[in-house]
């Protein structure tokens, strides 16, 4: 059984900062890519960001390079999604995901936990 618990979203003004967290339970984890993607309403979910096994290799979506940047810690089964230089655009939910990072990108994602609202405000 996969749990994950996103958190660490919320309001912030334009060219602010949030950090995202999510914690994930059960097998998995500390063998599988992770990643980030995001729903705004109305829209189709969307790749952000994916991390390997080991922390080693990363892969952003071209909207959120130079922006944000993930990173894990597997002693503690959480994924971190740093967020800098918000725009209005990046307002959505966002989700942490398990699976291999070219499935992500693809935008297939077999688990997800409940989600943490952003929003920017401009």
């Known amino acids: 059984q996969v749990q994950l618990v996103e958190s660490g979203g919320g309001l912030v003004q334009a060219g602010g900062s949030l950090r995202l967290s999510c914690t994930a339970s059960g097998r998995l984890l500390s063998r599988s890519s992770m990643g980030w993607f995001r729903q705004a309403p109305g829209k189709e979910r969307e790749f952000v960001a994916a991390?390997?096994?080991?922390?080693?290799?990363?892969d952003y979506a071209d909207s959120v390079k130079g922006r944000f940047t993930i990173s894990r810690d597997n002693a503690k089964n959480t994924v971190y999604l740093q967020m800098n230089s918000l725009k209005p655009e990046d307002t959505a939910v966002y989700y942490c995901?398990?699976?291999?990072?070219?499935?992500?990108?693809?935008?297939?994602?077999?688990?997800w936990g409940q989600g943490t609202q952003v929003t920017v405000s401009s």
């Open positions: 995901t398990p699976g291999s990072i070219a499935t992500m990108k693809s935008g297939r994602y077999d688990y």
């Open positions: 991390i390997d096994w080991s922390g080693g290799s990363t």
